[in-house]
């Protein structure tokens, strides 16, 4: 039975070791925590919608009604051309033909990040935020800024919705509870239209919601800072803050950029459409890459958002079961790219 090794157990990840089990490979999936984490549904913990409980699946329950492998445990390195990925606590592995790299991203580095929190973090981060909204309610007044920042190196590593999604959550919970007016809410980002990958359409829907729900904005100045109070944009303008929620833009694994793998400016995986690996002179190797680990190619406004991720782990079990079956045919990722938001 053929061997498969997947680093990552996020929506990448489970979606290829659930797809590849189904066509009865052998596959060990690697996760640096026991819990699936949904993300999108993150947006809800902040208002108290849901638990964080809510939002986590067992990954050995997942292990155990789809049969594949699990070891939790931390990837420290991958030599691709030596064929081996070293991890925390198994050491090196090596007993795989093939290796699905579905590992995500880091983030950009901005000076005072320590002062904000981000829904899009570690998972805890959206309860220390529920705690935070709780204190500063609290007090009964203040002034929430809410955002997102780009990578130059790499536009589709924006991750902009669950920011306008969790402010509008805010927004929807303070006016429930009658104290909307209390409240001074904003939002920021460095793009002169933030929004507008998702179409002009829903570009002016948002800023009519902006006007209607009273939320300040402050678009097209990058960041310079951020400190206790508040943001520090590049012409020294100050937006203050009581409570900072920012999603840095993505940035290429650590792990990978140490790595012999491709990579494009940015740090993330080059791949082709059917999401593998190609060595120098172009040939498909045994390496795949999907997720937000992956370089995505298509048109500007792409995005890295959980269900292409889910599109690109199923075309990846496609075709190695194809490549084992000498079938030509394969399936790509570049025409499943559009960008959904829950609003």
């Not at 033909?97 to 973090?121: F, P, R, V, W």
């Not at 520090?232 to 303008?237: L, T």
Request: with cysteine.
């Amino acid at each position: 039975m053929r061997r498969v090794l997947i680093l990552g157990g996020g929506f990448a990840g489970i979606e290829a070791a659930i797809f590849l089990r189904k066509q009865h490979y052998n596959v060990t999936l690697v996760s640096d925590r026991d819990y699936f984490y949904i993300y999108p549904t993150s947006i809800w913990i902040p208002t108290g919608e849901v638990e964080f409980d809510d939002v986590c699946i067992d990954l050995h329950a997942l292990q155990k009604a789809h049969g594949f492998t699990l070891m939790v445990d931390e990837v420290c390195a991958i030599a691709s051309q030596e064929h081996h990925v070293m991890l925390k606590k198994h050491g090196k592995m090596q007993e795989y033909d093939y290796l699905i790299i579905a590992m995500g991203a880091h983030k950009t580095t901005h000076q005072g990040i320590e002062n904000t929190l981000s829904i899009c973090g570690a998972p805890d981060t959206a309860v220390a935020i529920r705690d935070a909204l709780k204190a500063l309610i609290a007090k009964g007044s203040g002034s929430i800024a809410m955002g997102f920042g780009g990578n130059p190196n790499d536009s589709s590593a924006v991750r902009g919705g669950p920011a306008f999604e969790l402010l509008f959550n805010v927004h929807h919970m303070l006016q429930k509870q009658g104290i909307r007016d209390n409240f001074k809410l904003a939002f920021f980002a460095p793009m002169k239209a933030p929004g507008k990958r998702m179409g002009t359409q829903a570009l002016a829907t948002l800023d009519r919601y902006f006007s209607r729900l009273n939320i300040q904005r402050h678009f097209g100045k990058k960041i310079q800072k951020f400190d206790a109070g508040g943001i520090v944009f590049e012409d020294d303008s100050y937006l203050e803050s009581d409570l900072s929620m920012f999603i840095p833009a993505g940035d290429g694994h650590e792990v990978l950029k140490q790595s012999d793998l491709p990579l494009n400016a940015a740090g993330f995986v080059t791949i082709n459409d059917y999401c593998e690996v190609c060595d120098a002179k172009g040939a498909p190797t045994h390496i795949y890459a999907i997720g937000d680990c992956a370089a995505l190619e298509g048109p500007e406004w792409r995005a890295k958002q959980g269900h292409i991720a889910e599109v690109m782990a199923r075309a990846v079990a496609f075709n190695i079961t194809a490549r084992d079956s000498k079938v030509s045919q394969r399936q790509g990722y570049r025409e499943h790219l559009n960008i959904l938001c829950i609003m």
